[in-house]
């Protein structure tokens, strides 16, 4: 993948495959630590300790429509080829949590891409699934949580509807552009 956010978004539909009910996102680039941190936490089925261990081998995957799953992998690669580090806890019936920390100014470190695009997909087009996207830029930050959207709107409005779907996006561009000034990185 070209980019940390198709990752972020790859990582993300493995949750809500796994029957997720709420799914957050932390994205944190921190320019002092030089340090870029992604979390992707969810409330879904969980892995053995066994899939755990097995979940980074390009090998294997849970899913039957194919025999690799790359994603999981080459998001472990990207943030261990920039000097930064992976991890995956997770816990049978209660979630499962990815860390990616990447170091910002190394060379090899992908952009991270489109990621209002990314996190506005992911909530319109899983409307069974509750997102909790933080995003953080030094000491600036902004939250989107479709559960006070639900509130506001009411349950049913759904977030893939025209008008709804145009405000999200704007939403996420409006405020991602107010926390970092428009910074690429």
């Known amino acids: 993948m070209t980019e940390i956010s198709l990752n972020i978004l790859d990582v993300a539909e493995n949750s809500t495959r796994a029957g997720a009910s709420l799914v957050t996102i ?32 390009p090998f294997f995957t849970s899913r039957a429509t194919r025999k690799v799953g790359l994603g999981v992998p080459f998001f472990k690669f990207a943030a261990e080829s920039t000097g930064g580090s992976f991890t995956i806890t997770s816990q049978l019936g209660v979630g499962t949590t990815v860390t990616a920390v990447f170091v910002l100014s190394h060379i090899d470190r992908m952009p991270l891409g489109d990621i209002n695009t990314t996190i506005h997909t992911l909530v319109v087009y899983h409307p069974g699934t509750d997102f909790l996207y933080r995003y953080r830029y030094n000491d600036r930050s902004f939250v989107l949580d479709t559960r006070e959207f639900r509130q506001i709107l009411g349950e049913d409005i759904p977030f893939d509807a025209p008008d709804i779907s145009a405000y999200i996006m704007d939403y996420l561009n409006e405020n991602k552009l107010e926390t970092d000034g428009g910074a690429v990185y």
């Not at 870029?36 to 980074?56: A, C, F, S, Y």
């Open 26 to 57: 932390t994205v944190e680039a921190d320019f002092s630590q030089d340090r870029l941190t992604v979390v992707i936490d969810d409330n879904g089925r969980g892995m053995t300790p066994e899939q755990v261990e097995q979940v980074t081998d």
